[in-house]
């Protein structure tokens, strides 16, 4: 009931850009993402500094991802500009693509700057040992969608980055509507 978009059937992201005009974008972007990150050109870019605080855990099934969401005063600079951690949520699959190829699972870090420019840090995990926070995560996420829960629980958002910090960038879009195309993707 009240649905307006999903991931398949009317609902699927064929049909986000007719399901509600506010997600027009959807359908004739120019910047959509996700991409396939292919062939690509070497740059000389400043390094990401990322300031990423433990906090307590609150996690929030919104009917269509996990999504952590982080107390104020996790960072990141990008470009010499400050952007507040939002939330991370989960993909999976992954929704990027690397040469054609998917991961397991992509975890995206939503940051927003004073201006109310977006950027987002993505990380790609692979299948392997289980992960402490990730289990930490799934062990207290709820099953019902709109649900929340809160617990003394301590996540470290930075336990989920890889320690090589090579990276793609490029701007894109939000990847679920309304498909804005004001995302600074890393």
């Known amino acids: 009931g009240g649905q307006s978009w999903g991931y398949e059937g009317e609902?699927?992201?064929?049909?986000?850009?007719?399901?509600?005009?506010a997600n027009i974008t959807?359908?004739?972007?120019?910047?959509?993402?996700?991409?396939?990150?292919?062939n690509p050109i070497p740059a000389e870019l400043s390094d990401i500094q990322v300031h990423f605080r433990p906090s307590k855990l609150e996690v929030l099934n919104n009917g269509h991802t996990i999504e952590v969401v982080v107390?104020?005063?996790?960072?990141m600079v990008l470009d010499g500009m400050r952007y507040e951690l939002l939330q991370f949520h989960f993909h999976h699959p992954s929704e990027h693509l690397v040469e054609g190829s998917s991961f397991?699972?992509?975890?995206?870090?939503v940051h927003k700057s004073a201006k109310g420019d977006l950027a987002v840090l993505g990380a790609f995990i692979a299948a392997g040992e289980e992960h402490p926070m990730l289990k930490r995560v799934w062990d207290r996420m709820p099953m019902?969608?709109?649900?929340?829960?809160r617990?003394?629980?301590?996540?470290?958002p930075s336990d989920l980055l890889p320690d090589d910090h090579e990276h793609f960038r490029y701007a894109g879009s939000l990847t679920t509507p309304p498909?804005?195309?004001?995302?600074?993707?890393?």
């Open 71 to 75: 107390p104020k005063g996790s960072f």
């Open 104 to 109: 397991p699972m992509e975890a995206h870090f």
């Open 11 to 21: 609902y699927g992201p064929e049909r986000w850009g007719a399901v509600s005009p």
């Open 151 to 156: 617990d003394a629980t301590i996540v470290r």
């Open 26 to 38: 959807c359908s004739i972007g120019r910047q959509q993402s996700p991409i396939d990150l292919r």
């Open 179 to 186: 498909c804005s195309e004001i995302v600074s993707w890393i």
């Open 144 to 149: 019902e969608g709109g649900k929340t829960v």
